[in-house]
C-alpha cells in the first residue's frame, strides 16, 4: 500500500500544481540620450605650382578642399585668417620664401570666380552651411595675381581653417 499510495498521489497533485501561477509585477522606465551639435573640420594643402614672374598675363590658380562633418542640421560656419606672412590680410595674403623675407601675394576665395575672398569675419565673409552628418568638402579657390617681381625660391604660408557652429 506504501507504494501504490506516493504515485497516486502525485498523479492527483501534479495537475493542481502546475495550473498555480506565480505572481507578477511592472514597471516602466525612460531611455534617453542628448545628440550634441558638434564638427570636426580638415584640410588639403593648397599647392600652387610653379609661379613664373615673367608672365605677366597670366594669374595663377590653384584649389585645396576643406572637410567638414557636422551633425546633422548642424548651422556652421568655416573661416580662413591671413595666414602668417607679414603684412598679410584675409584680402592680400602673402607666402614668405623659405630662405629669405621676399613675399609672394595670394588670395583665396569662396568661389570659382575667385571674386568672392575667404575671410574669418561671420556672416561676412565666412562659408556658411548645415550639416549633413557626413563629410561635405568646400572647395578653396586661390589665385597667385600676374605680374609680382619675385626672387626664384619656393615661398611658404601657414592658413588657420577655423569652423564655428
Known sequence: MKTTFRPVLLAILLPVIATVQAATSTTTFEVT????????????NHDFGIYTPSSLADNINGTNVITA?????????IGLDAGIGTG?????????????????EYSLHQTADRLVVLGNTLGVDVISAIGTGLAVDHTVFGKIPAGQNAPAGTYVDTVTATITF
Do not use: K, N, W
Open 69 to 77: 562633418t557636422c551633425t546633422l542640421s548642424t548651422l556652421y560656419d
Open 88 to 104: 598679410a590680410t584675409v584680402a592680400s595674403r602673402r607666402m614668405t620664401r623659405t630662405d629669405g623675407t621676399e613675399t609672394l
Open 33 to 44: 540620450a542628448t545628440v550634441s551639435p558638434g564638427c570636426v573640420i580638415s584640410a588639403t
